[in-house]
């Protein structure tokens, strides 16, 4: 039982670039969420879903897009990468409900340059 | 829109000591869970302890308790017996219908 993993740990990219993360959890979670966490900010909620199929914007969605083909799976997508996408990503999954407690991933550092 | 403010940036505590950690929050909402975490260098965020809004028992775990003052929108976090391996990041947590809601979170330093 891996829990939830993120691939990958680290990432620079250039300004303009694309790339994905992905999320995965083993869990059968049915909620899942993609956050950015900056010094002095904590953590924002970027997109979240409520289950398979489903995704939703959360408080700083600009920039990025998301999917949920697989319940296990929540990806996360930059088309064209600015220096301010420059941060720490979380994926957390949830069992049933968002009262509930989240399970975190170990964090994606992205640099965009 | 619910908001969650954590007015302490940093805190020191003493090894052995008690310490507490501030959370205020705002939400229309009467039904929600409340949170802390602890972010160690390492990044994992680690559940410390819940709190269910319509429970007025004050959770417990081990030397991490909890201050839930609901009229007055107040869930500070008390540790007890502070130990060098508490230092870390200390995030509240809001959450409500969808979504989750974090402080900007307190810097614990454990002195030894």
């Known amino acids: 039982n891996a829990g939830v993993t993120q691939t990958p740990k680290f990432r620079v990219l250039k300004t303009g670039q694309s790339m994905t993360l992905l999320c995965a959890q083993d869990?059968?979670?049915?909620?899942m969420y993609w956050y950015r966490q900056d010094p002095g900010m904590g953590l924002r909620l970027i997109h979240y879903?409520?289950?398979?199929?489903?995704?939703a914007k959360g408080e700083v969605p600009d920039g990025y897009n998301v999917s949920r083909l697989k319940k296990q799976n929540f990806l996360l997508g930059l088309e064209s990468a600015a220096p301010s996408q420059t941060s720490v990503y979380f994926c957390?999954?949830?069992?049933?409900?968002?009262?509930?407690?989240?399970?975190f991933g170990p964090g994606t550092r992205l640099l965009v340059l | 829109a619910q908001t969650v403010t954590q007015s302490q940036p940093e805190m020191s505590v003493q090894e052995a000591e008690t310490v507490t950690l501030s959370c205020t929050y705002d939400?229309?909402?009467?039904?929600?869970?409340l949170f802390w975490y602890k972010q160690p260098p390492s990044r994992q965020m680690i559940l410390v302890i819940r709190q269910e809004a319509y429970k007025q028992q004050n959770a417990t775990e081990n030397r991490f308790s909890v201050n839930f003052q609901k009229a007055a929108k107040s869930f500070s976090l008390k540790i007890s017996d502070s130990q060098l391996g508490d230092a870390a990041m200390y995030f509240c947590?809001?959450?409500?219908?969808?979504?989750?809601?974090f402080g900007t979170g307190t810097r614990l330093k454990v002195l030894a």
């Open positions: 939400t229309s909402e009467s039904d929600y869970y």
């Open positions: 869990m059968n979670h049915e909620y």
């Open positions: 879903s409520v289950g398979e199929g489903t995704t």
């Open positions: 957390a999954s949830v069992a049933g409900g968002p009262r509930e407690t989240q399970y």
């Open positions: 947590a809001y959450s409500g219908t969808y979504k989750y809601i």
